[in-house]
């Protein structure tokens, strides 16, 4: 956990009676009933919890892709839940990374071409071949989508993700879709990425054994969280169970 020059903790994220209602009535869906969090910078955080018990939405309204209902939430010193449409698009695009299940890379770009398509519009974004190196693809970089496996292409979207050099990176369920062996290639990637670049790093994932390797896991059911915990000691990804 990143501490200030006084010591104090420092957050990426903080949370306050967060809550989410989609539709009304006796229809209304309570995806987030009130929930309080708080994420220090530069830890790896898993959510788990079944499918609708909050999680996604969670990092949807953190990650700037959604609103809530009610409640605060603050990245840093920034009211998220104040801000425009366009004060959170420039958000997204400064601090955010994203991965999703589902790899959305383009066809007929290669990997590095996939990569570029975000370091032309960032601040200050990595060289897109350091990316792609970063993940272990440094031999290719020229491969077109269809020429890769599914690890490959999983970890080309990480590289897309973490080339504008984010502060944050959102990974939801980002080993859905592989392999045992692969998605502990992938879990390597997002620790090293979380270790290397110091980047706070958010997994939602039904996949219980992938707590074993964040710093902190968060339980949750019912649009509510149910637990926090801490590991002490952090499982190597090649140590856990599938």
């Known amino acids: 956990m990143a501490k200030d020059g006084n010591g104090?903790?420092?957050?990426t994220f903080?949370?306050?009676?967060?809550?989410?209602v989609y539709g009304s009535g006796p229809a209304a869906v309570h995806a987030l009933r009130g929930v309080d969090l708080d994420i220090p910078k530069g830890?790896?955080?898993?959510?788990?919890?079944?499918?609708?018990?909050?999680k996604s939405t969670l990092l949807n309204i953190v990650g700037g892709l959604d609103r809530a209902t009610e409640g605060e939430a603050?990245?840093?010193?920034q009211n998220l839940t104040e801000m425009s449409d366009r004060e959170l698009t420039l958000y997204r695009r400064d601090h955010v990374g994203f991965v999703f299940q589902f790899y959305n890379l383009m066809p007929s770009l290669t990997a590095r071409e996939n990569v570029e398509l975000v370091t032309e519009i960032a601040d200050d974004p990595m060289?897109?071949?350091?990316?792609l190196r970063l993940v272990g693809l440094g031999e290719r970089m020229d491969h077109f989508p269809?020429?890769?496996?599914?690890?490959e292409q999983q970890r080309v979207a990480i590289a897309r993700a973490i080339a504008k050099n984010p502060t944050v990176l959102f990974c939801d369920e980002p080993t859905g879709a592989l392999d045992s062996t692969t998605g502990r290639a992938v879990l390597r990637v997002l620790r090293d990425v979380n270790d290397k670049l110091g980047?706070?790093?958010?997994?939602?994932?039904?996949?219980?054994?992938?707590?074993?390797m964040a710093h902190r896991v968060i339980n949750f059911a019912?649009?509510?969280?149910?637990?926090?915990?801490?590991?002490?000691?952090?499982?190597?990804?090649?140590?856990?169970?599938w």
């Open 43 to 54: 830890d790896m955080v898993v959510l788990l919890g079944p499918s609708g018990s909050g």
């Open 8 to 11: 104090a903790a420092e957050f």
């Open 127 to 131: 060289d897109p071949d350091e990316a």
């Open 222 to 241: 019912d649009g509510a969280i149910r637990s926090v915990t801490t590991n002490d000691t952090r499982l190597d990804p090649d140590e856990i169970k």
């Open 14 to 20: 903080r949370t306050k009676g967060l809550t989410k």
């Open 146 to 151: 269809a020429q890769m496996s599914g690890g």
């Open 199 to 212: 980047a706070t790093v958010m997994i939602v994932t039904h996949a219980a054994a992938t707590a074993g």
């Open 74 to 77: 603050w990245f840093q010193d």
